[in-house]
């Protein structure tokens, strides 16, 4: 997450872009809270959805894709199909994983995935006063709204916006998602 986030920042350089509200969903949310720490000038608000909480990135739930077997890759879409894969939208998502390529990228991506790089940082976080808006679905069974939604809206100073969803709000409610996001970045001040 951490070179996501240099690359994101290196990004908007190269775009000459000042200022940016960053929206990031799950360990999306990482490189994310990494972009704020590291470059809080760079950012004009901050909005997470079901996301990680210092150490509590619910690597549980991905331990078996970090455990799979690259020479079966293949196989791995199927069966996170299976587990996961409860609305068609989801299962569409997913698809990106297809075949031995995507079950590659899909083992490569969680073997990456470093609960270290956020444990610390959560007084840097809440000095950097950014707007902050945090969204979850009640119904995550990842990341539990109580355990870590909570804990990151008091960290960040705001209201946690309680969407009727599960982990992939984005998907499973999307209209409460675009409306609460809508809300938050219209209440952000505007750029000088």
């Known amino acids: 997450m951490a070179s996501q986030a240099?690359?994101?920042l290196a990004l908007l350089e190269r775009l000459d872009v000042a200022r940016v509200t960053v929206?990031?969903?799950?360990?999306?949310?990482?490189?994310?809270?990494?972009?704020?720490?590291?470059?809080?000038?760079?950012?004009r608000g901050l909005a997470l959805l079901d996301g990680?909480?210092?150490?509590?990135?619910?690597?549980?739930?991905?331990?078996?894709?970090?455990e799979w077997?690259?020479?079966?890759a293949q196989r791995l879409l199927p069966v996170l199909k299976r587990r996961v894969g409860k609305s068609e939208a989801l299962r569409e998502m997913l698809s990106a994983y297809q075949g031995e390529d995507g079950g590659l990228r899909l083992i490569?991506?969680?073997?990456?995935?470093?609960?270290?790089?956020?444990?610390?940082?959560?007084?840097?976080l809440r000095a950097t006063g950014l707007p902050a808006a945090v969204l979850w679905g009640e119904?995550?069974?990842?990341?539990p709204i109580d355990g870590v939604g909570q804990r990151l809206a008091e960290l960040l100073g705001t209201t946690l916006v309680r969407?009727?969803?599960?982990?992939f709000t984005p998907l499973?409610?999307?209209r409460e998602v675009a409306d609460a996001l809508s809300t938050f970045v219209m209440s952000l001040p505007a750029d000088r």
């Open 172 to 174: 499973d409610c999307p």
């Open 6 to 8: 240099h690359w994101m």
């Open 139 to 143: 119904q995550d069974d990842f990341l």
């Open 69 to 72: 077997d690259p020479a079966q």
């Open 163 to 167: 969407l009727p969803g599960g982990h």
């Open 108 to 124: 490569r991506a969680a073997r990456d995935l470093d609960p270290r790089q956020t444990a610390d940082i959560g007084e840097r």
């Open 23 to 43: 929206v990031a969903h799950d360990v999306g949310t990482a490189a994310a809270q990494l972009m704020a720490v590291n470059a809080p000038q760079r950012l």
């Open 52 to 66: 990680v909480y210092a150490d509590n990135w619910a690597m549980e739930a991905i331990h078996s894709i970090r």
